[in-house]
Structure formats: C-alpha cells, structure tokens
C-alpha cells in the first residue's frame, strides 16, 4: 500500500509534489480572464462524473483533473477585471506559510499540539490589540472569519449581560436582550442572534445618515426606548466599513455613548480593519480604542489567503464565557497558555503564521499601503463617474468600494434598477470582467470593490467602458423586442421575454 503520507520518509517526493503544484497554480495564474464565466450546469456533470471509489493512476492525472474540474474555470481575485466582492489578492509569503503550516498541521488548541504557534499567534493578537489601542487587559483570537469573530464577541457581550443569573431569571433575562445596528451591518449580526437563540426581535436597526453611519442621536433615543420597553441592550454593534458603502460608524461617539449606559460596544472592523496599518488613514478608526470587542478579518483588507481573522477583546477575562476545561485536554489546573480557553473551536488551524510571516517579508507599513492604494483608486473611479453623464453614483467612497450604475440621459430610475443587474449578469456569462450589485434603498447598483493595489486607473476606466458598452447593447436589445412585439412593454415584461 502506498499511503502517501507526508513523513520524513516522503521528503523526495514532497519537493517534486510541490514544485508540480507550483506549476499547475502558477499557468493557471496567467489567465487572461478573472473567470471564464462557466455555470453549474457546464461544470456540475464533470464533477459528478469522477469515481471517487477508485483514485486516479497517478498525482499528475489527479492534478491534471483538478486542473480540469477546478483551476480552469476558477475565479481569480488578483486579476485587475476582478472588482466584485471582498477577496482579495495574497500575499506570496502568506501562501508559502500555508505550505509550512500545513505540512506541519499544528492545531494551535492547546500548548502540547502547538508550542511556538500559541506563542506567534498570541504575539499577533496582542500586537493588533496594541494597534487598536486596547490598553493591557486586551486579549483575543484568532478566528475562521468575520463571521464567526462576530458571534463570538456578542457571546462574549451576551455572557456580560447575563451576569450571574439562572434559571427562569435567565430564561426572561434572555428573552428581553437586544443588538443595537444598523441596517448596513453585515447579515452575520443577525445570524448571530439567530444562533445564540435570542428574540425574533433582538435586532434593532439604529437609522443611518445620509452617508450610512449611524446616528449617535437616534441611538441615544433606540436605548431609551428600549429601557422604557424593559428590553436590556447587550450590545451595541458599530461598523467600522460597511460591506456596500465603505461607511464608518462615528465610533467615538457611540463609544461616549455605550459608556453612558453601561453597554458592550462591539465594533465589527472586517472590512476596515486593515486601517490599523495605514500610515494615511489610521484616523478613520478613532474612537476604536474604546470598544469592548473588535473584529479584524485578515482574509479581507491584509492581503492573507481564507481564512484569517480575529475578534480581539478590552478585557481578556471576558473570554472566559468560551472556556471549558476538558480533562483530557485543557485541566483546569494546566499552567501553559491553552487558546482553546479562549476559542469556540477545539482543533484549530495555525493561520496566524501567514500573517506573521507577511509582516516579517513585506511590513505592516507595506500592507497598510497597499490598501490606501484601493482607496485612492476607489477616488480616482469616483471622480471619473462623476464627470461621465453615462453614469450615476451612489455616494462619494469611504475605503475601496465603488457603487455606480450606468443610467445615460433619458433612462429613468426605475429602468436604470432593471438595467444594472442585467449588465452585471451579462459581465458574468463572459468571464471578462466580475463586478458586484447591490441595493441601496430599493434602487440597484453595480459595486466595484477594489482590493488590488496594482490595478492601474487606465484598466478600471476600460471596465467602465465594457459597462457603458453592456448598457447599450441591451437597451438597443430591448428597443428591437419593443419593435417585434409591437407593445408598449414596461421594463419588467421585458425582462421577462429575455428570460
Ligand atoms: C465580510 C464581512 C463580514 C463577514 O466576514 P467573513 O470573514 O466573510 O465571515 C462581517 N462584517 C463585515 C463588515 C464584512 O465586510
């Protein structure tokens, strides 16, 4: 039997496995498309026709296959015509890392599994809390995302809430707690609630200025509320980067705020997070420091491969309403630091290693650039639309993401709402270039989301260009059906017939 198990026996062949691998990746990287636009329907059969019961002859047909069914028609985010969601490209050192950390398959749970990986990743963790400006009681982890690193800081926020009561106090306390945010919070502030089986009604979305932030006034008055209602607010769940608009909450002011009352500030920094190492635009997080929770995703604004990300807490010792001591595991009386104290997960992959070794090869000051770069590039987008009458934007950019659409001269509102997820599907189907959509108060948008600090302005002018092209192509489409059908079709009849 040959158990292709990576050994010190196996060493010859883990080279010449992974130099074959850095081939395959590295042909399928030259691709002149972000996507080739393939559907489930083209790849579905192809992957339902391997026989998994029986492996393939050798590694080069398995990766000749995965080739196939995989690397061909996937989607790249280091390409520059892709500008859709919040994937970013990678840092090369923070690939290779990948490659030692799992070689090694460390699970950073508990001290006896992990060694010098609990101690980098605690490095990290408190070097974020530093950059936040936590001050010494800070403490936290690393997570699978931002997702995760938001349910974990309102179980955190959730167990301070409940104090010491149980039973049926527990049980009505429970029933009576809310979330205060807004509506442009990411859908992962609710499912949180969801998960940790509180009210149908937990959430309340705070109203938003005109720019999206939330209104320190309006939370004022949600808190007062509530109390009146005899609802108890146990968190307050600030945004530090909107997915859609980029939008900031006034983080000091609700910190000021949350401090009144007595309230667990959680500031959800996925997407703005990587402002902690900008030398420009630091400022736009101020008032951070005075949060009781913080989430980072790494996996989004530091340029790390999925997943990476961290919920970093003020005070370490809330921490504890994660901690179970298992015997077999992490005694109660084991003296060595044990991060499953700390986490939701038990097994644990060492992701802190790549970006530890991003910082070390290219810099904090590096990675905080890289992302100013985005955002003036999301500017310099904005500044082009605005002095382009094919096109209409939504709002001025904060960080890096640009909602427009395409709405020339005569073309209504309504018609422009059909129009804009019409294109973007079109730009899907070719592959040639991958934008977002969206909604921004029942009217759509297409949403460029850059991440790419060598993407030139010239190129992303030229994805303009395809959109403004796409427009008129299908208006020309849909003028030539009118024609056909000879009737006075409203926009929606007329999506229908293309369908
Ligand atoms: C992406 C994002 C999340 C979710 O993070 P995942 O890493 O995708 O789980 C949460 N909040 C905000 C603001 C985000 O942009």
């Known amino acids: 039997m040959d158990s292709q198990l990576l050994t010190h026996d196996s060493v010859a062949d883990y080279l010449a496995g992974m130099t074959r691998v850095t081939e395959l990746v590295a042909r399928h990287l030259a691709a002149d498309s972000p996507s080739t636009g393939a559907t489930v329907a083209d790849l579905a059969p192809r992957v339902a026709a391997v026989d998994l019961d029986r492996p393939a002859v050798d590694l080069d047909s398995a990766l000749a296959e995965v080739g196939d069914l995989y690397l061909r028609d996937a989607v790249w985010f280091h390409h520059p015509s892709y500008v859709a969601h919040l994937n970013c490209p990678v ?4 690939v290779l890392a990948e490659g030692i950390l799992a070689a090694v398959n460390t699970s950073v749970d508990t001290w006896d599994q992990s060694a ?4 980098i990743e605690q490095r990290l963790v408190d070097w974020t809390a530093e950059r936040i400006g936590l001050g010494g009681q800070a403490d936290g982890v690393f997570t699978s995302g931002g997702t995760q690193s938001n349910l974990q800081a309102l179980v955190l926020a959730r167990g301070e809430a409940m104090g010491d009561l149980r039973g049926e106090a527990a049980t009505a306390h429970r029933a009576r707690l809310r979330v205060l945010t807004t509506a442009h919070a990411h859908f992962s502030v609710l499912k949180a609630t969801r998960v940790m089986g509180l009210a149908e009604d937990a959430v309340i979305d705070v109203p938003t200025d005109a720019s999206g932030r939330m209104r320190p006034d309006a939370l004022r008055r949600e808190l007062d509320a509530l109390r009146e209602r005899g609802e108890v607010a146990m968190a307050v769940s600030a945004t530090a980067g909107t997915t859609d608009l980029g939008a900031v909450d006034p983080l000091r002011e609700l910190a000021a705020i949350c401090a009144d009352h007595g309230v667990w500030l959680h500031v959800d920094a996925a997407y703005g997070g990587g402002l902690l190492a900008s030398r420009r635009r630091r400022h736009l997080l101020e008032g951070i420091e005075r949060a009781d929770s913080v989430t980072v995703d790494f996996h989004k604004t530091w340029f790390q491969p999925v997943s990476s990300s961290a919920v970093i807490v003020a005070d370490g010792r809330t921490l504890r309403h994660v901690t179970h001591h298992a015997d077999y595991l992490n005694p109660r009386t084991s003296v060595a630091p044990n991060l499953v104290d700390k986490s939701m997960q038990t097994t644990r992959r060492f992701d802190a290693l790549k970006l530890w070794l991003t910082l070390r090869v290219v810099g904090a000051d590096a990675v905080g650039e890289m992302f100013d770069e985005v955002i003036d590039r999301a500017r310099e987008v ?3 639309l605005v002095e382009d009458e094919r096109f209409e934007v939504a709002a001025e950019p904060v960080l890096s ?12 509102a309504e018609d422009a709402d059909h129009l804009a997820p019409r294109i973007r599907h079109e730009l899907l189907g070719s592959g040639d270039v991958m934008v977002a959509g969206t909604t ?3 009217r759509a948008w297409l949403k460029f989301t850059l991440l790419n600090p060598h993407t030139p302005l010239e190129h992303l002018r030229g994805i303009l260009e395809t959109i403004a092209r796409t427009g008129e192509d299908l208006r020309a489409e849909d003028a030539a059906d009118e024609e056909l059908l000879g009737g006075d079709l409203s926009a929606d009849d007329l999506t229908e017939v293309i369908r």
């Open 91 to 94: 840092t090369l050192p923070a």
């Open 382 to 384: 904005y500044d082009v």
């Open 440 to 442: 921004i108060d029942g």
């Open 401 to 412: 993401t640009v909602l427009m659409r395409y709405r020339p001269e005569g073309l209504s």
């Open 116 to 119: 010098g990986g609990t101690l």
